[in-house]
């Protein structure tokens, strides 16, 4: 099974708040977890992401989680701000060159932060 | 760089009418996605390609055709149009798989209406 399920769907946050969004899989043999954000009328835009060697991946505000067993990962968006409203994707792959290395995306999460 | 470029911007389609929209990158990317974006579903794979002359179905391919004749452009064509092909179709481009920074360059997408 190539799902990846994601929530919440929707989420509201203050100002200076911590944003939690998580992902489950089920295909073990994914090995490439992105995150993409993606403002309105644009397309998503990679954000950060995480391969399966590693438990956390922390680039400035923003932090993947990934627990193997499982099958999760989440992104946590600390002292989250107006300007990261925009809607948030998950994504899952597996290396295979040969077959392009498809992505899977969750159904996406829409975070608002207000001022 | 433009990165990668799709027109148009927005279409309206009577039902039964055709067309191409047209997707071109200019990074020398081997590997080419179509994905549709529905309000709460995510990004669904139509169509990939790993190189040129080379193109596979994805996740949803019916209704739709591809072509991969030179290593920059990618079109997607729709014949025959259905209401259900109402959506926000995005094309990306990637390096092979490998490496952490790894990911999609996606373009602002096509809005296409079918009526």
């Known amino acids: 099974q190539q799902q990846v399920k994601q929530s919440p769907q929707s989420l509201i946050v203050q100002k200076g708040g911590i944003s939690i969004i998580n992902c489950a899989y089920e295909?073990?043999?994914?090995?490439?977890f992105p995150w993409y954000q993606q403002f309105p009328g644009k397309g998503p835009a990679l954000l950060i992401a995480i391969r399966p060697d590693v438990s956390e991946k922390k680039e400035g505000r923003f932090t993947i989680s990934f627990n193997k067993s499982a099958k999760q990962f989440s992104l946590h968006i600390m002292d989250s701000q107006p300007g990261d409203s925009a809607t948030y994707f998950c994504?899952?792959?597996?290396?295979?060159?040969?077959?392009?290395?498809?992505?899977?995306f969750g159904e996406g999460t829409q975070l608002t932060v207000n001022p | 760089n433009a990165g990668v470029t799709q027109t148009p911007k927005f279409r309206i389609l009577k039902i039964g009418q055709s067309m191409t929209l047209q997707c071109a990158q200019d990074?020398?990317?081997?590997?080419m996605y179509w994905y549709r974006q529905d309000p709460g579903m995510g990004l669904k794979l139509i169509y990939y390609?790993?190189?040129?002359?080379?193109?596979d179905k994805g996740e949803v391919p019916n209704g739709y055709n591809v072509s991969r004749s030179t290593t920059e452009d990618f079109p997607l064509r729709l014949e025959l149009a259905a209401p259900s092909q109402t959506s926000v179709y995005f094309c990306?481009?990637?390096?092979?798989?490998?490496?952490?920074?790894?990911?999609?360059?996606f373009g602002s997408g096509t809005r296409l209406t079918v009526v």
């Open positions: 994504a899952a792959s597996m290396s295979e060159e040969t077959s392009g290395s498809r992505l899977t």
């Open positions: 990074m020398n990317h081997n590997y």
């Open positions: 990306a481009s990637s390096q092979p798989p490998g490496g952490l920074n790894y990911g999609y360059t």
């Open positions: 390609s790993v190189g040129a002359g080379i193109t």
């Open positions: 295909n073990t043999a994914f090995d490439y």
